[in-house]
């Protein structure tokens, strides 16, 4: 049986756990994983395989080839519900050829995550357990908002960014692309943060951040130009 | 039509929107603004026509002496709940006004807010989305709980005070009149805040704060006198 | 009339509000304290028995001998869920006394407390309003967890621990025995805490930290060592 929330998620991730639980809270379950590349075992984690033994069903592992047969119609496409695995510059080459494919992403929220009047969620981005997504907040495509984060009224987050764990954006707050947001980090009222920022964990954040750089500390300082993507 | 939820907002406030989410999300609807002053433009903000043009039914302003018509007695008055759309002492002079005519302002508090036992919500105050306020908290008239703060059980949170989004009050801890607590602050259990007191975003507060003055830090250290009132 | 959710709660505690309101928003109530040392009073806060005055029903407090009848059989203590009301070395001593009797301890989990798919909450734990457990993190037997903290995927905390109100574990955190995190305090992903350390409130904890210290500060650097227990 399908329910009109299953999904299929694209590319691994450590945070997949989340992802099954954000599907799961909603009725639906994790019908597969279509990996890109290989896999890159990670120290003292599960593999996706033992990630995947964990559930009381068997999800099938496919690579993009293989679950993307060439007689495929964009009419296949619209069978499921689709869900990108990680955030920031690593889905991008996948999301490209996804893009050319007219996959008609949804976001996912976690049933427990707080929406208030006017908010909206872009295409394929997750909301987790708990985050609590301000009045008029707008939360870019493929965006990831993490457990207990909270996004302030008429904040502006932009595509294929990342909010951690109980990080903290005022309103008006305005996030371009690919911004990183550390955990329980804070950033106060009509703050401008820059494409490619890094904002380190805890940090502090008063005034605006340059595209491209990495800040922390309370008050947050730039540290270093973040990494070039 | 009206419901017992529906609400009057006195004056103009950016935290607008999430008044209006708490009163929608209530079941209730914004009946009227009534503004005592004239909008002040904020840059890069929209205006309070604006705002209330992104709702799906029409609100009407007012001002104070158009609302409030020399023919009404204390029983007209008893058909609405009423909010405030400020904090501190920029409602102040206003709120002499309302408080001659006797108005009863009903605490107004979000739907995801969780109040747990034995916790008291003063006249007019507000709890937003996913604030958590502990067993016998106390919080005074006409302060504002924002979105995703927490109180810790036993705390006195005096009147006109304004806890930012992501702050956290453990246990025990008193504020004055007047305070505002910064995003994301922290405060130890058993702090004495004045009042008049800022505590400035991320600060951690570990020891009791003198009336009037503004702190900030890890650990937060005595910045320098808030504002006179 | 007797619910299974009434708890019978071992010990004084401060948090004993809070213990009460996670057992009546599961539709419990609190059926008697039993006390094995005397209570020590605390400068400005309530006594235990004021405490209980606070409630609409009487809670009879006794010492370990009068609740624990030298004709007891095990059959008799299947009759409730027992709670301890403190946490760390506290509770110790009461704790080894409690094992040989083989109380069943449950754990204790606030109706408004979110835990994701495969998190495991250990014998004797709290859970406390608006507190997160991502998915398969495992909390250890007799782990205090407080309002609003945020526990990430694959987290593994050790018993008879205290996270405190708002603080933030990232994903795949160890915890020790017995360790303490204070209030908004943050800890990064893979990190591992020894047992007996203490995390400051507010700390940003980017690496391991060995047993028996107290770390704080952003980020986070070993202050002392931490009281031998």
Known sequence: VSSDKDCIVFGFSHFLGDIIDCIEAGGGALKAVVLNVPETPYPGRLSLRERLHRLKYKVPV????????????????????????????????LLGRLKELCIPFEPLVHQTAILQKGAAIGAGAIVNAGAIVGPWARIGEHTILNRGCTI?????????????????????????????????????PDVQVGSDAVIGAGAVVLEDVPAGVMVAGVPAVVKKEARKP
Chains 1, 2, 3 share one sequence.
């Open 62 to 93: 496919f690579t993009f080839d293989e679950w993307y047969p060439a007689h495929w119609t964009p009419d296949h496409l619209r069978w499921q519900n689709y869900v990108i695995g990680f955030s920031g510059s690593q889905m991008k080459p």
């Open 152 to 188: 302030g009224h008429d904040c502006v987050v932009g595509p294929y960014g990342f909010v951690s764990p109980g990080a903290t954006l005022c309103s008006h707050v305005t996030l371009g692309e690919n911004v990183k947001v550390g955990a329980n980090a804070t950033i106060l």
